[in-house]
């Protein structure tokens, strides 16, 4: 009778474990798709010259590159030794404690809900204005932002390999079109011949080459997130490594070679000129001109796949810190089921698709565009990350020094310790330039510490607070619980 129970018991658990067969390219195509790197290349880049470093800009792309191949080294060698998969919260759980942990779970969750938003407001307001450019009516630019949860809701749903495949097919037609780009301008000569003005450094230094660094760290997001995969794919050792430093090199070429080609595409002289005359139209302009009519529409159809990957991968990626905060007791329970059939953390993923839903009314009912929306929250998403990072790469050195786990010192602390320099570098100067990040301009269009900056620091600050106050109750309520926080994450 007993032996009964418990068997029926035992069929009828939920799994709430995650498995899959993904491999590195598989993984390093899921984490770029997060950035949208076609929407970096025509909405960033043209801002970035004309308040960044001008024409030294793509230099800066490389340079962050360098910066986060730095703290990916700590990030790389804690995932030897810590075998969860809740990236951020994991490892400055190990690290820096379990209240820190649970702090920073919380600031990587408002990290993700809002970059995802700002891409679901960009993605419905380029294909309503693309509608109306070429003839169709105008429709509300929130109804393709709706459309497109639907059909992510549909994806996250399904095991992460279905995902996997619609990004790589998505990521590889965006970057293509790119790559094309930059070949045919480079061979055509560009408008002045193909020049190396980019690289000399009194134009890296020229203008506000932090201001230019600021953006394009902010050009980066996701690339971290492949730990967030460890449980789903063959190897984790050896994939999430690979998948983590690619990641980072390739979007790091990748920005660096677009950025490049945008300044032989308008000329050094002009660059600047036409970044400020028409930001939004910058990329569409180079595209027509070396491209053709055809090229510029095809460019323009990858953009929104570009942006509906985007939002696909940031999906997976908070679907995933749900489960994974469910197994350790911040989250209800039933977010850690993973689907019978599907494999995937469904109940999480619904969860993450309710939120982005409620989410995205608050923001039409608001009235605010979806240029506005991008500012704002990819903007508060931007200053979350980066303490995130700088304070992993901190738990990474503490961690390895405390337990040994490191024997070579590049790996134990100098790496890590170098990229946590940069990011806190980035750290001061994003949070010196508030207003610029989220886009907060006055009456007479100069910047101002407004109310979106003002709302932007208190979101940022208010969200780990609250992880640290969830984990003071968790401790003294249930120090067992509290004390298993770590455990927990340990068997993700």
Request: avoid cysteine; charged fraction near 10%; glycine fraction near 12%.
């Amino acid at each position: 009778m007993t032996t009964t129970q418990t068997g029926t018991s035992s069929e009828t658990t939920p799994s709430r474990s995650l498995t899959g067969n993904l491999g590195t390219f598989s993984i390093i195509f899921m984490v770029i798709a997060a950035a949208a790197p076609l929407a970096v290349v025509g909405g960033v880049m043209p801002g970035a010259f004309v308040v960044g470093n001008g024409i030294g800009l793509p230099v800066m792309f490389l340079v962050v590159a360098g910066i986060l191949m730095l703290f990916s080294v700590g990030l790389i060698s804690m995932s030897k030794h810590v075998p969860g998969s809740g990236a951020f919260f994991t490892y400055i759980a190990h690290g820096l404690g379990r209240t820190p942990g649970v702090a920073a779970s919380w600031l990587a969750v408002l990290t993700y809900t809002t970059v995802q938003a700002s891409v679901l407001s960009l993605l419905g307001g380029t294909v309503s204005s693309s509608i109306v450019m070429i003839g169709g009516p105008e429709l509300p630019w929130w109804l393709f932002s709706f459309i497109a949860i639907v059909f992510v809701a549909i994806l996250g749903y399904r095991h992460i390999e279905l995902s996997s495949k619609v990004l790589f097919i998505a990521l590889g037609a965006e970057m293509l079109i790119g790559l094309i780009l930059v070949l045919v301008v480079m061979a055509t000569g560009g408008a002045e011949g193909i020049t190396f003005g980019s690289f000399s450094l009194g134009n890296i230094l020229s203008g506000s080459p932090g201001i230019g660094l600021m953006f394009a760290i902010a050009s980066f997001i996701g690339f971290e997130s492949a730990v967030v995969y460890r449980s789903e794919v063959r190897n984790p050792e050896r994939t999430i490594p690979r998948a983590t430093l690619g990641a980072a090199l390739a979007i790091g070429l990748f920005y660096g070679l677009t950025a490049w080609a945008l300044v032989i595409g308008a000329g050094e002289s002009n660059v600047i000129a036409m970044a400020s005359e028409d930001p939004g139209g910058m990329l569409a302009r180079i595209t027509d001109t070396y491209l053709g009519p055809v090229g510029s529409i095809f460019a323009t159809v990858l953009l929104i796949g570009s942006l509906f990957a985007a939002a696909l991968s940031l999906h997976n990626v908070l679907a995933r810190y749900f489960h994974t905060m469910s197994n350790t007791g911040l989250l209800p329970r039933a977010l850690g089921e993973v689907h019978p059939k599907t494999g995937a953390p469904h109940k999480a993923a619904i969860t993450q698709v309710s939120i982005a839903t409620v989410l995205m009314i608050g923001i039409v009912f608001s009235g605010l565009d979806p240029i506005a929306v991008l500012s704002q929250f990819a903007g508060m998403g931007t200053i979350a990350l980066v303490l995130l990072m700088a304070g992993t790469s901190i738990a990474a050195v503490v961690y390895s020094l405390r337990h040994g786990t490191e024997t070579n010192p590049w790996k134990a602390w100098i790496a890590p310790m170098l990229g946590f320099v940069g990011l806190a570098i980035s750290v001061v100067l994003i949070l010196m330039n508030v207003p610029l990040m989220v886009g907060d301009v006055d009456a007479a269009g100069e910047l101002t510490w407004g109310l979106p900056s003002i709302i932007t620091i208190i979101v940022v600050g208010l969200t780990p607070i609250v992880g640290i106050v969830q984990a003071r109750i968790m401790r003294a309520r249930s120090p067992k619980a509290y004390a298993q926080i770590t455990e927990g994450l340990d068997k993700e």
